[in-house]
């Protein structure tokens, strides 16, 4: 080859790779496309205003939002997280479909692991420890080793694609059912949506009676209580979830995939292993999930939490110790595949 013909390709070479990658879009959610031409812009001009692109994002009703700090967020986020979670935080990244559980859909503002009640919006530290130790048994991993600033930064721009999310469902609602886009909607929608998230401080809920120090007795009861107030129902009374409505897989999420109990036995315990961890699940349930919240269930006998709380221990270090657990059933495999739209 001549030196001129290496020169062109050279330079051809490198204008091959000069093209920068397409700008991140959110996608609209399915309800959003629903609507009518006429109702559908109205909202999308909203969304653009208030919470800006993926790219360039906006802290929904916190315009003066540090935009350095969402930018070091967008990056962690663009490196770690956008594979499973997508650009819009659906969900849907391009591994999305081959994970099981699948990775979370931050836009209807539902976070399983919180230690606020059922239902309500979690604190920001709870999304802080939650990227920090991953969620054992998932394809969730620990960012413990990452800077404490990146961890902050990711979480809020994790906040910000939930808030705008939010907006989006909310706006689709109202608008939906007016069959109509009224001016006061959108502040009404942003106060509703800002209220929520500041009670969250004020829901935190703190464990009725101190920690005990474990011990067999408290195992025992533990166990009788596993047996007799309806954990054995979906966890199987070993703990291992061998119960035939859990095989089947027919039990749905807040996101409309399929969940299974959890097999305790496993050691793995999603959303963490100090016993605070176990209490506020057994007492609070898990949001989004069909785990109930057992608090009005004990309220007479708190006691029974933390003899709960020893028993799942127990069960979860079995095989740890080296015990062999008989062998059950297989379950069947549950596909990641987004479910039909409603």
Known sequence: ???????????????SGCHRAPEPEFTNSAEL?????????????????????????????????????LQRGLAVYRKRCVQC??????????????????????????????????????LRTDLIRTVSRGISGTSMPAFHLLPNADIEAVVDYVLALTHRGELESQLVLEVGSADAYEEDVLTETID?????WEQAAQQV???????????????????????????AQCHGADGRGQTPENLKGDRKDAWGYST???????????????????????????NGTPMPAFNNV???????????????????GRRRTGEILPTGDIAPYITGVVPAAK
């Open 1 to 15: 080859m001549s030196r001129d013909w290496m020169l062109l390709a050279v330079c051809l070479l490198g204008f």
């Open 33 to 69: 496309q629903a609507l009518k031409p006429e109702l559908q812009a109205p909202v999308l001009k909203a969304l653009g205003e208030q919470c800006a692109t993926p790219s360039h994002p906006k802290m929904l009703w916190r315009p003066a939002f540090d935009t350095a700090h």
């Open 85 to 122: 979670h997508g650009d819009s935080g659906d969900g849907n990244g391009p591994v999305a479909g081959s994970l099981y559980p699948r990775p979370r859909d931050y836009r209807k503002g539902i976070f399983k692991f919180a230690s606020t009640p059922y239902g309500a919006k979690p």
């Open 192 to 196: 509703t949506i800002k209220g929520r």
């Open 205 to 231: 809920y703190y464990p009725l009676t101190i920690e005990p120090v474990f011990t067999a007795e408290h195992i025992i009861a533990g166990k009788a209580a596993f047996l007799s107030k309806g954990c």
């Open 260 to 286: 299974r109990a959890a097999d305790l036995t496993s050691g793995m315990l999603r959303g963490g292993g100090r016993p605070i961890d176990l209490y506020r699940r057994i007492y609070s349930g898990i």
């Open 298 to 316: 004990l309220k007479d006998e708190p006691d029974t939490i933390w003899n709960l709380v020893a028993y799942v221990l127990h069960v979860s």
